[in-house]
């Protein structure tokens, strides 16, 4: 059994963790940077774990080990972890202790946590330091117990990194700088760390491929009121990229320096930081020497507000991608109880059809196309070993996305093999209203995603149900699929920021419905936040949709629908077709002029 | 012209203020608890400044003198202040300064800014300190200098306290004080000065007069782990209550002792205050003395969820009181045109209706009756002097609500007299349509008003229009029409608390559009939360209806309504019919039976 190895893999760790006087491990899941996806390099927690999802963290304790994950992964979790020993802890749950609240409770005064400073985000760190310190546990944060147990371990990634033409950017990396330094001015600020390697990747217009989906590259930067740092592994540097910094007077460093440059810095000034962002280890060096302002990265708000040029390619992007979507589908309706087809060979045909495309770079995140029950678990991922096979019955969810020099895609579409019963027609129907709902919303200025989830999730609401995850989150321009500070989201969080929506951002509105053991429904689409009319009211603002591809018309039905969500649904279905009509064989026009005719 | 004497006691008001060294003299809008409503012994805003707003601050500086008011007010404020010199500020309108932000430009180093203590909140006096502080300016807060200008001001007022009797209550005062020891206990707090007044009525099971429309008595209570303190006037203790507080174990002190008495006490322990509610001069008091702990007022939390027997009481006086009001516009209907009426004499007529009713005590505020444009005066208040006559055209906004034995009403009607143009049907049917939505959203526990405010703002807010007000706020129970925490707004505040909605929570739902200078729609009812199904996905919520009165048929149009609106309309109209019916004439009945037909 598979999972024999991960008993073996923890049974080693516990002994390590003895010979270094530690009595609770802690594995998060991230690289140096807190990214989201990380390499295979810094995938330590699956390799102790099996756990696969991508948010999740393992605790190694005296009697217990534990995994903690979020409600997408809640059904995945179950299955991955079964014979390994370990217990899962649904987050969010009721009485279902924090990580913090864990450790709280388990570890006695005297006993040491050990984990990879490097590897955890420095408000958690300073969170876990103060309220272990109060029980009298010490932390030990300058070990990866992991060398020497995983032996065939990946090196870091290292590519060259490539810079983006001016036509894709419609602003120098001069010009961000000055904005960045404005931001620090109103901070108070005299240095500037980053470490988030997307804002790296905006600030300096570059991209690069350390990160799988995400066009980014292993670097760190340190910003003063006239310099600016770069640190980048050898590896991965160019000469045009070298030619490049001079012209811009950004002096390059190499990536391993970071920490003995921060070190040995003589600070005149404070240095602002976000502490969601830096490493623990990394906050701890600076913090010993300099005074520190955490604040959210002005990068983040400053690369959310898509300008026109980055808008203009956004849309040309979205149209290339909405076409291959819809080719996609298509083919998967003309093919099902034809050729053999599982959920593997499906998610390939149509990265296939990606990669081929005018502009491709990689694919936003991999795909996932789950059918059946397998679509209820919100992040399964179908493998070449591990997959189902398509019937003519049922419902195939396919979520997906492109990067591509010019944007970065994100779609969700529930297809419709063959027969499904009313009750999924139901719930595809409410997924359907809310996602247009929400597509179609007037507001006045000021409104954050709180104040507009509802119009997604309400008709899910209606049916008793809910979706355990946001409406919708940020996009990034060709980089990474999710990014701050906007989202769609309802629950309140105290003290919690908000972030009003503004012109220019991007955001996915994405409700569904899952049911465990069943079925799973999720209509995604991307929209782009614009100013409407100005009065004395206020400034009102709307949507503008950049996904255009059929919502499957096998699935809706009068009777679940109210005449306006019908007229919306309609409304959407016509775009959808004077759009994409023109990139189609006149057999896939044909087809999808009766997928998008009125209901 | 009338304002000439304001002119006149501003400038009595500036010689006293440099006979004192003061050169900004600030006048709140408070009594010395900060009850939202202010007996006529506070109003000394008004007397300065002649306008009547229910908020307003007045700040007399060296040459110019300023009036802060909120958005339901510019418009009457506008009118109000006309001939008298002072300057609007429209509070929240783009480039308005605040009263701090004022302050802070206008004062130089060594200024001094004078106001009565007793009628500024804390926090907004500690934040002046602060920020005055910083600018080397000066605060003295111990002087009312409407003495010796005011001649014949009201004296405070002083009305006989009564008990509510248990079946009334549903909870004896000594369950209530344990409730509020545990909630001391959890902040560690040894004391808890309490000066809010509903909230000491709702802990001692009391009632009495001394605020208009709110059924308080002047008073503070201190209660320790072991010991109660009341502070009442004299002339407000009657035989019964000396008795009562024997009972249990109430100690009863004098109103005007506070002062002294939190001045002489021996703190062993912290003392839980609200920043919110306590006034700044006593605040002062007891901080040179005591450790202090800043946090809601226990009470508050636990008297906005109301127990099974008030939420029966509340049934009972509600339909009642719909009975009335949907009395009323008959009789309103059947008269218009054919009896003299004003804006004045149709309100009295209501109030006249309702002082007949079992149980009436008073009115829960001050009825507004605002005919065309006037109703787009958000709290306009006709009056015997200053009135609109109604014609058989236009329409009659009516906002109003009684105190009873059993509970408190608050409702609005928009009365249509005669003929009303297209637009003003089309106004009339989004903010009905709003209203209706949000009283039937289905939605998780944890939801704030914030997730829920823009089911009713949305319809407005689709025809580019905003009402500049929240859509609902709590109701008390025999208390103030208007009580936390919970509301229903949408405006993020950073830092601001949010309060879930939790099941025993009473809200207004009450979305509206207004015209400056044509007209103003609102419909009001009042909503009870309620839990519904609890499943897998969480515990949902919503709402039970305690309004049942007929939105005006005559404004409904099938064209500005969708499909699922109008059902809603013909679903409510079907149960005000059912409900109300039975307690009206024949004649009435036939005309409801009409009004409610499904449109």
Not at 240 to 264: G, P, S, V
């Amino acid at each position: 059994m598979e999972n024999e190895k991960i008993v073996e893999r923890l049974a080693l760790l516990r002994d390590k963790m003895q010979q270094n006087g530690i009595d609770f491990y802690m594995i998060p899941t991230a690289d140096f940077h807190n990214s989201e996806y990380v390499d295979k390099h810094f995938k330590v927690r699956e390799f102790f774990s099996n756990f696969s999802g991508s948010n999740g963290t393992l605790i190694v304790g005296k009697k217990e080990t534990g995994l903690w994950t979020d409600g997408r992964y809640f059904i995945q979790a179950e299955n991955e972890l079964r014979g390994t020993g370990i217990s899962l802890f649904r987050m969010n749950e009721d009485g279902v202790p924090t990580i913090i609240e864990y450790l709280e409770t388990e570890m006695q005064a005297g006993d040491t946590l050990g984990f990879d400073g490097r590897v955890a985000d420095c408000n958690f760190g300073k969170k876990l330091e103060e309220k272990l310190g109060q029980k009298g546990a010490f932390i030990k944060y300058g070990m990866d117990l992991a060398e020497g147990i995983w032996v065939d371990r990946p090196t870091l990634p290292c590519h060259e990194v490539f810079i983006l033409p001016e036509d894709i950017c419609g602003q120098t990396c001069e010009e961000k700088l000055e904005k960045v330094r404005e931001k620090m001015r109103e901070k108070n600020a005299s240095y500037f760390l980053l470490s988030k390697l997307d804002d790296l990747m905006w600030l300096f217009n570059i991209r690069g491929m350390d990160v799988t989906c995400n066009p980014v590259a292993l670097s760190y930067g340190f910003v003063t009121r006239k310099e600016c740092f770069f640190f980048l592994q050898q590896g991965a540097v160019t000469e045009a990229f070298r030619q490049y910094c001079e012209k811009y007077n950004i002096i390059l460093k190499d990536y391993h320096e970071i920490t003995k440059f921060l070190k040995e810095y003589s600070y005149e000034g404070a240095v602002l930081y976000d502490a969601a962002h830096l490493n623990y280890a990394l906050y701890s060096t600076v913090s010993e020497k300099a005074q520190m302002i955490n604040a959210a990265n002005p990068t983040e708000a400053l690369k959310a507000v898509k300008n026109e040029v980055e808008l203009q390619n956004m849309r040309e992007v979205f149209l290339r991608d909405n076409v291959i979507v819809t080719k996609f589908i298509y083919w998967l309706k003309k093919n099902i109880g034809k050729t053999p087809l599982n959920e593997y060979t499906a998610a390939m045909k149509l990265d296939s059809m990606r990669r081929q495309a005018e502009g491709f770079l990689d694919l936003s995140f991999e795909t996932i196309a789950g059918y059946k029950e397998n679509a209820a678990m919100m992040h399964y991922e179908a493998t070449k070993e591990n997959n189902k096979q398509l019937e003519p019955e049922g419902m195939l969810l396919v979520d997906s996305g492109g990067q591509y020099l010019g944007g970065t895609t994100d779609i969700t579409r529930t297809i419709v093999l063959g027969e499904i019963s009313e009750e999924m027609k139901q719930h595809f129907c409410a997924v359907a209203a809310g996602m247009l709902r929400l597509t179609n919303a007037n507001f006045l200025y000021g409104c954050t995603g709180r104040n507009l989830d509802i119009l997604a999730r309400g008709p899910v609401w209606e049916l008793n149900m809910d979706y355990k995850c946001g409406t919708g989150h940020g996009v990034g321009y060709i980089l990474n699929v999710h990014e701050g500070p906007q989202n769609i989201r309802w629950k309140f969080v105290e003290g919690q920021k908000e972030c009003a929506l503004e012109e220019g951002m991007i955001v996915t509105n994405e409700p569904g419905v899952y049911r465990e053991g069943s079925h799973g429904i999720r209509t995604e689409n991307v929209l782009l936040v614009r100013k409407g009319e100005k009065n004395g009211d206020g400034q009102f603002m709307h949507f503008e949709t950049l996904t255009f591809v059929p919502i499957d018309r096998a699935a809706l039905d009068q009777k679940y629908l109210t005449k306006t969500d019908i007229k919306l649904i309609n409304n959407y279905h016509k775009e959808v077709y004077r759009r994409i009509a023109p990139y189609l064989t006149e057999e896939e026009k044909e087809w999808l002029k009766a997928e998008t005719m009125p209901i």
